[in-house]
């Protein structure tokens, strides 16, 4: 939270360079992979597709999709002070603060969203639910707000809509198809049943 950020900047820090650290031992799986082919397949018939992420890592990028991270990334530091934004994946020492590189702020923080902060890309993600005539939910628990929201709010204009979760999460409705199971299991499964609905 940014009131522990406050209180205890140095815990949070190590609690997220650790995070960072894990990122370069970590590969995107099969259903980032097949992800990026569905989005290819939809660009290819004309249509739009978007990408919106809880996840705070980079791997939906590195299997070559554009997500919009509404919770922000971990491989991004943010200052405070100015607001500039830094990619970086060296620096990751627990015990060295990172200053920043224009205004020479003695600390970047993490640039992700904590608890009591509005999450990013907010309108483009309306936008994109707003218009949607399918809508995927991978992983989800359904308990996060906003992000809980959107199933519901792709619902109410009429799209189509497909879960993916270990076990059905608190959001679902009878209407939308579950598949459960793990995303890397399921996902491949649940995009070529979408794949199938749009050839018809």
């Known amino acids: 939270t940014p009131e522990a950020w406050r209180r205890d900047r140095a815990m949070v820090w190590r609690f997220y360079q650790a995070r960072r650290a894990q990122l ?18 939809v660009q290819a018939r004309g249509g739009e597709f978007t990408l919106i992420t809880q996840n705070v890592d980079d791997l939906h990028e590195r299997a070559g999709s554009h997500p919009l991270h509404m919770h922000g990334e971990i491989s991004v530091l943010r200052c405070e002070r100015c607001g500039r934004r830094f990619r970086n994946h060296e620096d990751v ?19 992700v969203v904590w608890f009591g902060e509005v999450p990013l890309h907010l309108d483009d993600i309306e936008r994109a639910v707003a218009t949607c005539s399918h809508f995927v939910a991978i992983g989800t ?26 076990e059905e999460p608190d959001n679902i409705a009878a209407v ?3 598949f459960a ?12 049943e979408i794949e199938d609905a749009l050839d018809r």
């Open 24 to 41: 370069g031992t970590v590969r995107p799986n099969a259903a980032h992979d097949a992800l990026v082919g569905f989005e290819r397949s």
């Open 93 to 111: 020492d627990p015990e060295r603060f990172v200053p920043c590189a224009i205004c020479h702020h003695d600390a970047l923080r993490p640039d």
């Open 141 to 166: 628990s359904g308990a996060v707000w906003p992000a809980a929201g959107l199933l519901h709010a792709a619902r109410g204009r009429g799209a189509g809509t497909w879960v993916q979760a270990l």
């Open 176 to 178: 939308d198809r579950f």
């Open 181 to 192: 199971g793990r995303a890397i299991d399921a996902v491949p499964a649940l995009l070529d």
